[in-house]
């Protein structure tokens, strides 16, 4: 990769040619273009996707009273909702009717 020799922003080859937008500008031959601005980097390998139902969620349980149901079984997880030096919003979902609210701390 090359960079501008004037003001040193990275020149990226267009036709041939690298040009900065301070004035500078040189040919460059195909060969300098695929040694000095083609990588190959690793890739990364497929990863399988885990598709579940709404009935086999993997978070954390507690006992609850829903307010529209009144089941007994709650979900709840954590988001950083507001800045980093405020308390997590705490999110509570009923196992039995999927209502969904919040609690802040």
């Given at each position: 990769?090359?960079?501008?020799?004037?003001?040193g922003?990275?020149?990226?080859?267009?036709?041939?040619?690298?040009?900065?937008?301070?004035?500078?500008?040189?040919?460059?031959?195909?060969?300098?273009?695929?040694?000095e601005?083609k990588?190959?980097?690793?890739r990364?390998?497929?990863?399988?996707?885990?598709?579940?139902?709404?009935?086999?969620?993997?978070?954390?349980t507690?006992?609850?009273?829903?307010?529209?149901?009144?089941?007994?079984?709650?979900?709840?997880?954590?988001?950083?909702?507001?800045?980093?030096?405020?308390?997590?919003?705490?999110?509570?979902?009923?196992?039995?009717?999927?209502?969904?609210?919040?609690?802040?701390?």
């Amino acid at each position: 990769m090359r960079f501008c020799p004037s003001c040193g922003k990275v020149l990226i080859p267009k036709n041939n040619k690298i040009e900065c937008i301070c004035g500078y500008d040189e040919e460059i031959s195909d060969e300098d273009i695929s040694k000095e601005y083609k990588f190959e980097g690793e890739r990364k390998k497929e990863i399988e996707v885990i598709i579940t139902d709404n009935n086999d969620l993997a978070l954390p349980t507690k006992e609850i009273t829903c307010y529209k149901c009144g089941g007994t079984k709650g979900y709840w997880w954590t988001v950083q909702t507001r800045s980093a030096d405020e308390a997590p919003t705490y999110f509570i979902r009923c196992a039995k009717c999927g209502n969904t609210w919040r609690r802040s701390n």
